[in-house]
Structures are given as structure tokens and as C-alpha cells.
């Protein structure tokens, strides 16, 4: 049968395009954990304003929940009820108690990279409180002010969940806070390397 040249044109980039290999986008209902239960992660831990180029360096330590077995929706593949941020140096020569704010973080699963191992999404319902050594308060969220985010990968290979991304701003500072140390509007990232334990394998078709 003649086919005209501009249809089998487009056939054939189609056919190109669906050859390529991806990361799956799982559906709600398709991803598996094991063994799920109680998991607690231990790590260092950096809150990085990467509009004032300063870190604060904490230990952080979270526990809560993972369900265990088949037919999970991607959101809470992995729960943190209880967490802490501790042992704040920065920024500069201050130090910092950092309160973590609105538990659960939940890690919500975006896509699944089956040769990889890797489940990417977002770890979500983020929010800091930072009291700084000299008397600045300053209240960390997403830029409205609701709960952050931050981007989170899981790696079957290690059991690591690792957070990075400066998606969450500064939407609170009060009078003890001078403008070239924290203001509002400031770009702020969570990031860590949590190693889960027990370690989990998260899967989706």
C-alpha cells in the first residue's frame, strides 16, 4: 500500500522516539517496598543559602515509616514522623539551632529508573526554623509559605535517600537578622546523603 512520504516520516520518528529507553513514570498503585517497617537514618547534614553563599553544617537524624509489599501509591513510600537537625555550626563563625518544622516529610516517588535502581521525586511538607547564635530568627518554607520541598532520589544500591535542590526561600526573618547575613527571599537548600536502615528496595514496573 502507498504510504505518502510525509506520514512515514513521522511513523518513523515515532517509532524512534518509543525505541529509547526511560525512566518510568509509575502509576499510583504500582510500587513495591521491602521489607517497609521502621527505618531511622543517621547523617550530615548542610542548610546551604545559596543566595549569601553560607552553610550551616548539622547532623541530622530521622525515623518513621515504610509500607511494606505491593500496590503503593508513590506518595510516603518512605515516612519521617520524628526528626531533628543537631550540633548546627554556621553560618560563618554563629551557630544555629535548626527545628525541624511540619512532620511527616513524606518522599514522593516521580519516576523509577529499573537499570539504575533509583526511584526519583521529592521528599515534601519541608519547613525550618533557624535560631541564630547572635538572636536572628529566621523561618525557612516554600516561597508562599507553605510547606517545601526539596528534591530527593532513593538508591536501592546502599539504601541512601539523597536530598538536594534549593527550591525552599526564606519567608521570615526577624530584627536581629541583618540583611547581608539572612533576608527574606533568600534561596535555601536541604541537603544530605540519609542512609535508611534498615535499607529498603523500592521497585515499580
Not at 513514570?25 to 542548610?47: F, L
Amino acid at each position: 500500500m502507498f504510504v505518502p512520504r510525509p506520514a512515514l516520516a513521522v511513523a518513523t520518528a515515532l517509532a524512534l522516539v518509543a525505541a529509547v529507553p526511560v525512566p518510568s513514570r509509575a502509576d499510583a498503585g504500582t510500587w513495591t517496598v521491602s521489607p517497609g517497617g521502621a527505618v531511622s537514618a543517621t547523617a550530615p547534614a548542610e542548610i546551604r543559602n545559596t543566595t549569601k553563599n553560607w552553610t550551616i553544617g548539622c547532623t541530622a537524624t530521622f525515623s518513621g515509616t515504610a509500607p511494606a509489599g505491593a500496590g503503593h501509591s508513590p506518595y510516603g513510600l518512605i515516612s519521617f514522623d520524628q526528626g531533628s537537625l543537631t550540633a548546627c555550626a554556621g553560618p560563618n563563625a554563629l551557630t544555629t539551632t535548626s527545628t525541624v518544622v511540619n512532620l511527616p516529610w513524606d518522599f514522593y516517588a516521580g519516576s523509577y529508573d529499573a537499570v539504575q535502581g533509583r526511584t526519583s521525586g521529592t521528599l515534601n511538607n519541608l519547613a525550618l526554623t533557624l535560631d541564630v547564635s547572635n538572636g536572628c530568627r529566621a523561618d525557612v518554607s516554600a516561597p508562599d509559605g507553605a510547606p517545601g520541598t526539596t528534591d530527593a532520589a532513593y538508591a536501592n544500591a546502599g539504601g541512601t535517600l539523597t536530598l538536594s535542590g534549593a527550591h525552599m526561600k526564606v519567608t521570615f526573618t526577624n530584627y536581629r537578622c541583618t540583611t547581608d547575613l539572612v533576608a527574606p527571599g533568600d534561596q535555601i537548600e536541604l541537603a544530605a546523603v540519609l542512609p535508611l536502615t534498615p535499607a529498603q528496595t523500592i521497585t515499580s514496573p
